[in-house]
């Protein structure tokens, strides 16, 4: 069963144009979630995160939204540039377990 | 300052054979932990360790063994490898209070 989903295998965006990536989970125990960044042959890289106290967070272009009533939170990039374009994960965590529950990932396209 | 260094980047075994994976950190972060990416699977957990001489299972830990003998490696072994276990491995630390973890560059394996 999978606790963390991202139903969008992929988004494709315009330079300048904004980019929201949804993700969605099961587990009611998570309330602390992350997003990673993804380039082809490299690790994941940490991009920005929030705790279930808050329904917001923001840092430069990234914006993380979390719904706890619906489950769901987003992640905005504005205005996406073409080096954004990379597999993003959503990731999700119980507060009392460090151990990081992943989503299959969205692969984002930003055309110039 | 390497941050999280694996070894080898590239590795082609044999269906039976065995081999370590290693990961070696200079951050002397407590926490440490193996993860696996399959194409559409996300990153699953193997393994995880708390500290020097802790580890535990993470939701697909069949057929591997690590342990933590340092803060600074945590191997990951492979006791006779099968083509399931084709994949690419990553190892990620964080410090204690932090959900950010920071991961390595990748181990492929490639079972024949």
């Known amino acids: 069963d999978q606790q963390v989903k991202q139903n969008s295998p992929s988004l494709s965006v315009q330079e300048g144009r904004i980019s929201i990536l949804n993700c969605d989970y099961t587990?009611?125990?998570?309330?602390?979630f992350l997003w990673y960044k993804k380039y082809p042959a490299e690790g994941p890289t940490f991009l920005i995160s929030?705790?279930?106290?808050?329904d917001k967070n923001e840092d430069g272009r990234f914006t993380v939204f979390l719904n706890k009533s619906a489950k769901h939170l987003s992640l905005h990039i504005v205005p996406s540039q073409p080096g954004d374009s990379a597999v993003y994960f959503c990731?999700?965590?119980?507060?009392?377990?460090?151990?990081?529950?992943f989503g299959k990932g969205t692969l984002l396209t930003v055309n110039p | 300052n390497a941050g999280v260094t694996q070894t080898p980047k590239f590795q082609v075994l044999k269906t039976g054979q065995s081999m370590t994976l290693q990961c070696a950190q200079d951050m002397n972060h407590e926490y440490m932990s193996w993860y696996r990416q399959d194409p559409g699977m996300g990153l699953r957990l193997i393994h995880y360790s708390v500290g020097a001489g802790i580890t535990d299972q993470g939701e697909v830990p069949n057929g591997y063994n690590v342990s933590r003998s340092t803060t600074e490696d945590f191997p990951l072994r492979l006791l006779s490898a099968a083509p399931s276990q084709t994949s690419v491995y990553f190892c990620?630390?964080?410090?204690?209070?932090?959900?950010?973890?920071?991961f390595g560059s990748g181990t492929r394996l490639t079972v024949v």
């Open positions: 990620a630390t964080r410090t204690g209070g932090s959900y950010g973890y920071t």
């Open positions: 587990n009611s125990m998570f309330d602390y």
């Open positions: 929030i705790s279930s106290i808050k």
């Open positions: 990731a999700a965590a119980p507060g009392s377990n460090y151990k990081l529950t």
